[in-house]
């Protein structure tokens, strides 16, 4: 069964404090990994897909990589509107997306 | 902009009363998604239509149901809803089925 889990469950950061989020999955025959954000009472934001290991993709502050075991959002110098849920979700051939529990993100002033 | 868009965006229901969420799309996509989300946890697949196939997820309640009268809209149907059922409802939508789904901004229901 395809599994996703992402660590750490919540983070606290100083505004400019740069951090990792971590989603390890398990997946047989990974067709891509897909980066969300979600802010409280909205619905998912698309960030990133990824599809084979030694990606990365960038937007403004935020990096994604990928290995064969897991990906990371690399956060560099966070500001407060970055503060949101932070979802990864894994696609196998053939079957649905599988999504992480997230990692709720605070980047305090 | 094309976009995703779901009504309403706050619903109360009472214990058991039959209730409607509807979702419609501007991208053209051709595969739509139903997921529920509760308090602090993943999105759960109900199920999703690509093109009009329907397809059910295993563990999807016979309670919940959907429509899809035409490409650009689709509706959840919750014929008795319980209060295990109050959360988040997210439509989604992707070109393919092994593409980005683009979320709408979800209805919160809640059941009295």
């Known amino acids: 069964e395809d599994q996703v889990t992402q660590s750490p469950e919540a983070l606290r950061l100083q505004e400019g404090e740069s951090s990792s989020l971590n989603c390890s999955y398990t997946v047989s025959g990974l067709r891509g990994l897909f980066w969300y954000r979600q802010d409280p009472g909205k619905g998912p934001e698309f960030l990133f897909t990824l599809y084979s290991a030694g990606e990365e993709k960038e937007k403004e502050r935020l990096k994604a990589t990928l290995t064969k075991k897991e990906s990371f959002l690399h956060i560099t110098a966070p500001k407060p509107e970055d503060s949101a849920t932070y979802l990864c979700?894994?696609?196998?051939?053939?079957?649905?997306?599988?999504f992480g529990p997230g990692t709720r993100l605070s980047v305090l002033p | 902009d094309a976009m995703v868009i779901q009504n309403p965006r706050y619903q109360v229901t009472q214990f058991g009363k039959p209730v409607t969420l509807s979702c419609s799309q501007t991208?053209?996509?051709?595969?739509m998604y139903w997921y529920q989300q509760k308090s602090s946890q993943a999105p759960k697949l109900l199920f999703h239509y690509y093109d009009k196939d329907f397809n059910n997820e295993a563990d999807t309640p016979d309670n919940f149901q959907s429509r899809r009268p035409n490409t650009s809209f689709c509706f959840l149907d919750i014929r008795s809803p319980g209060l295990g059922d109050a959360a988040m409802y997210l439509c989604?939508?992707?070109?393919?089925?092994?593409?980005?789904?683009?979320f709408g901004p979800g209805t919160r229901l809640t059941v009295t």
């Open positions: 979700a894994v696609q196998a051939y053939g079957q649905n997306f599988v």
């Open positions: 989604a939508t992707s070109r393919d089925r092994e593409y980005e789904q683009y």
């Open positions: 991208l053209n996509h051709n595969v």
